[in-house]
């Protein structure tokens, strides 16, 4: 059986990395720091941003201060929300998908976002209201590929109104590596949509692999909980 449903958000809810990619560019370009977009994917885009800047002050050898961290993060996060004002960010399929799935079971959010910008995006597409708990890279003390913000979410869910709430009945969509380790970790099914790393990046670590939300629904996911 179905019991509940937890979204990552950027890159399965919202088409957000390629701001957030912009965002970590533009601030590290006034730094005199050249981010190329592939780095981007293949290092930061699972970290948090304080995550991010501190790897990045590993590698190039800056040695930011906390200080200049949270400050670097401040600008990131005016950035982003200075390039999400005009955007569309959510996916047509998960718009979709979400309202389904939030009239059946109890839903969440599991993201390494910043609360502030998972509420902002989701209340302009009046989809706030379909989710049960929404945790966010405060929430947690670490972060993806760690299963915190997973089983954080299924806490939140137990009291939500299913207190014997098995991870084994829950499904995990992710479009990441480390979003994938992190609900497998917390003993969810896994379903990697290919939104942000090709199939053969994620097959590994995914229970299911599909190219997009438009390719799933709620039976398709009671049939996986079905099928452990």
Known sequence: MLEAVVFDFDGVIADSEPLHFQSFRDVLAAENIALTESEYYERYLGLSDRAAFRAVSDQRGTAWSDRQTVELMGRKA?????LERDAQLIFPAADRL???A???VPIAVASGARRVEILRILDRADLTRCFAAVIAVEDVAAGKPAPD???RALTLLRGAGIPALAARHCIAIED????LQSARAAGLRTVAVTNTYGKS?????ADVVIESLEDMNLD???QLCIER
Do not use: I, K
């Open 78 to 82: 005016a950035r982003f929300e200075e």
């Open 98 to 100: 979400v309202r389904q």
């Open 102 to 104: 939030a009239s059946v």
């Open 149 to 151: 913000p997973y089983l």
């Open 176 to 179: 990441s590596r480390w979003g």
């Open 201 to 205: 990046a994620l097959a590994d670590v």
């Open 220 to 222: 398709a996911l009671t």
